[in-house]
């Protein structure tokens, strides 16, 4: 059974930081493109960060770039998404997934991805 589970949400003030963490079980993340995605109410589900097979390549959505951190660690089979400088509108419940159903591609989005966790939330306060 393959499962995805998130770790490292949390309440934090603005301008603060947060590792969250996603662990692979029942299948190695080695070969597979990882993301992390999440979604605020009443909005829809956004691509944050994306790491290719490799690790070689990654994609961040604008509002994100120059804060946020995503690496991968296939001996470990995790992805970590490192966040820093906080902002209230980072405020969401952020989701760890897994293009397992191909290998050695890419893609932002969420469609492409057939392995989710639970999702974690993240609240920024300000």
């Known amino acids: 059974q393959v499962q995805l589970v998130e770790s490292g949400g949390g309440l934090v003030q603005a301008g603060g930081s947060l590792r969250l963490s996603c662990a692979a079980s029942?299948?190695?993340?080695?070969?597979?493109?990882m993301g992390w995605f999440r979604q605020a109410p009443g909005k829809e589900r956004e691509s944050v960060a994306v790491?290719?097979?490799?690790?070689?390549?990654?994609y961040y959505v604008d509002s994100v770039k120059g804060r946020f951190t995503i690496a991968r660690d296939d001996a470990k089979n995790t992805v970590h998404l490192q966040m820093n400088s906080l902002k209230p509108e980072d405020t969401a419940v952020y989701y760890c997934?897994?293009?397992?159903?191909?290998?050695?591609?890419?893609?932002?989005?969420?469609?492409?991805?057939?392995?989710w966790g639970q999702g974690t939330q993240v609240t920024v306060s300000s």
């Open positions: 790491i290719s097979w490799s690790g070689g390549r990654t």
């Open positions: 997934a897994a293009d397992f159903g191909r290998r050695w591609a890419m893609d932002v989005m969420a469609s492409s991805y057939d392995y």
């Open positions: 029942g299948r190695t993340i080695s070969s597979h493109t």
